[in-house]
């Protein structure tokens, strides 16, 4: 079992920058594969970034590459989500999600999930 709890949302302006965490803990967080999902108000939930156990593999969604950094710190057990030039359309809860053996953009695969935290973009 594996528990996730990400922290970081808040309210920042159009343009602006948050960083996101998700702490890991549980059964060895850091051999698993962590990604990032976000589910805005009447929308499905939609991927927005993974990272292999190792670190060494990331995926973006097309609507936030060049703009989100996923990174994890296996010492920490923690995968953070810089997201940088954000735009209104960003505005959602996103979700942490963790996996023993899958890394990519289906959050069906994933078997843990955090209870998310609220990124609002607004003026």
């Known amino acids: 079992q594996v528990q996730l709890v990400e922290s970081g949302g808040g309210l920042v302006q159009p343009g602006g920058s948050l960083r996101l965490s998700c702490a890991a803990s549980?059964?060895?967080?850091?051999?698993?594969?962590m990604g990032w999902f976000r589910q805005a108000p009447g929308k499905e939930r939609e991927f927005v970034a993974a990272i292999s156990s190792s670190g060494g593999r990331t995926y973006y969604a097309d609507s936030v590459k060049g703009r989100f950094t996923i990174s994890r710190d296996n010492a920490k057990n923690t995968v953070n989500l810089q997201m940088n030039s954000l735009k209104p359309e960003d505005m959602a809860v996103y979700y942490c999600a963790a996996d023993r053996y899958y890394v990519g953009d289906r959050p069906d695969r994933y078997d843990y999930w955090g209870q998310g935290t609220q990124v609002t973009v607004s003026s």
């Open positions: 549980g059964r060895t967080g850091s051999s698993y594969a």
